[in-house]
């Protein structure tokens, strides 16, 4: 049997589940302010798997759990991808006013 600390699958995996919902969907100012605690328990909870001894019946779910952190990883990603193009159409959109207002001033 492995000894040392013990993971707590199950909790992450709410966690986890928690972050995953919230990237998926609309991202709000607090998701952001919120967005430090995810990644510092993100690396966290790689960090614990990586050194933590495991008995071999809990080898099935840690290598389950490393699999949902690296969806919810992708799950950021394509998020932050997704707002990257957002603000870049709001950018084109917005230069794109400034100009007609200046036509239209300019007469």
Do not use: C
Not at 10 to 31: C, M, P, S, V, Y
Not at 76 to 82: E, G, K, S
Request: net charge neutral; aromatic share 8%.
């Amino acid at each position: 049997m492995a000894t040392g600390p013990r993971v707590d699958f199950l909790a992450w995996q709410e966690r986890l589940e928690q972050f995953n919902a919230a990237i998926k969907g609309h991202i709000t100012q607090e998701d952001w302010e919120n967005l430090s605690v995810l990644l510092n328990e993100r690396q966290a909870w790689l960090e614990a798997l990586a050194t933590m001894p495991l008995a071999e019946s809990e080898k099935p779910q840690a290598k389950q759990f490393a699999r949902n952190v690296a969806e919810l990883d992708n799950a950021f990603l394509a998020q932050i991808q997704h707002l990257q193009a957002q603000a870049k159409t709001n950018q084109l959109a917005f230069e794109k006013g400034k100009r007609a207002l200046r036509a239209y001033r300019a007469g």
